[in-house]
């Protein structure tokens, strides 16, 4: 595969230029907000949206690389993007409100951060519209994939249409403020999901659900479970919710995602009490874990990371080069169908 490159660099490029013009051949998604996508210009009545003052910390721009050179077809597996505001806005009722972090800052921390491919999540303050990071999967359609959000009544035009996008997976968010997917819906959703070929993918508390375990267990799809499933590093390999999340990855059918770690532990920026944590889901299922940068990181606050300190801690959690190349290349390959 070929790397990721910039959709518009050099010191004249604008920062807020997520529109190219050269898609006519690339089908649109069914739906009314990313049919605004097909043109660079609002229809006449459209009313600009209110621009709301960000809510949290921005990333941190690179200023330097990693130490660690990322094997060929690396990929971030756990990204967002967000705005621009004037074309996408952010819910009315969002639990928080991001800076800016479009397409450009994307490709270019990927790049940066030696990753050649890269797959978006659907943040929170967007529900259920996912134009903005359709938007940014129609760029590079070889290189990402995205994993959607999406109502518990969906259509199958819709969904086909997110196929063709890029959108590889939904994700199920029970540990956050915002109202969506619930684990009964994730049981509804499956059959149709896994004819697609997705998985889905969750976002939950292991520690203060606890009963989580036996319905994911129950769940006939491949699932995902991100961000350590919120064990708190402090309680150790121990723990009951870890030992849970443990047990569920040990099965065929589920995956996790090693990333996060100002999620789990205040011990910035190396985070040495995460390291025992992902050393264990790797060697509990070493061809079903992925690795993801999870920038620009909106859940960090006050321990915002730089990104190539975040890449390098890879090294601790995956010290041999060939686990490695496997958490950052043949699983990806594998799971998202790169």
């Excluded at 938007?135 to 259509?155: F, H, K, N, Q, W």
């Excluded at 479970?225 to 402090?234: E, L, N, P, Q, T």
């Excluded at 999340?245 to 999620?263: E, H, T, V």
């Excluded at 190539?308 to 496997?326: C, N, Y």
């Amino acid at each position: 595969m070929g790397s990721i490159l910039s959709p518009a660099e050099g010191p004249d490029a604008e920062k807020n230029r997520n529109y190219r013009p050269d898609h006519a051949l690339q089908p649109a998604l069914d739906s009314a907000a990313t049919a605004l996508l097909q043109s660079p210009h609002p229809p006449a009545n459209h009313i600009m949206p209110t621009i709301r003052t960000p809510s949290i910390p921005g990333f941190i721009p690179a200023s330097a690389k990693p130490r660690t050179q990322f094997p060929p077809d690396a990929c971030d597996c756990h990204s967002h993007v967000f705005g621009p505001q004037e074309r996408f806005p952010y819910l009315a009722n969002a639990a928080y409100i991001p800076p800016e972090a479009v397409t450009t800052d994307y490709l270019g921390m990927l790049k940066n951060n030696g990753c050649d491919r890269g797959v978006l999540v659907q943040p929170s303050v967007y529900g259920t519209d996912n134009s903005c990071m359709v938007d940014t999967l129609r760029l590079e359609p070889t290189t990402l994939r995205g994993i959607a959000v999406i109502e518990a009544d969906v259509s199958d035009r819709e969904l086909d249409d997110l196929h063709t996008a890029g959108v590889r997976g939904v994700r199920i968010n029970l540990a956050s403020q915002t109202e969506g997917l619930t684990l009964a819906d994730g049981e509804q959703l499956a059959p149709r999901l896994k004819e697609l070929g997705w998985h889905l993918q969750f976002y939950l508390d292991l520690e203060n659900m606890p009963e989580a375990e036996t319905k994911l267990a129950k769940l006939p799809i491949i699932i995902v479970i991100d961000h350590f499933a919120r064990c708190s590093a402090a309680n150790g390999t121990d723990a009951p919710a870890f030992k849970a999340l443990q047990r569920l990855i040990s099965r065929d059918n589920c995956w996790a995602k090693i990333m996060g770690p100002y999620f789990i532990s205040k011990n910035a920026p190396l985070y040495p009490d995460v390291t025992p944590l992902a050393r264990a889901l790797i060697a509990t299922a070493p061809e079903r874990i992925v690795w993801g940068s999870d920038w620009p990181h909106p859940g960090a606050r006050a321990l915002m990371p730089e990104d190539h300190v975040l890449a390098d801690l890879l090294v601790e959690w995956a010290p041999d080069e060939t686990l490695r190349r496997r958490v950052l290349v043949d699983n990806p390959a594998r799971l998202y169908g790169f």
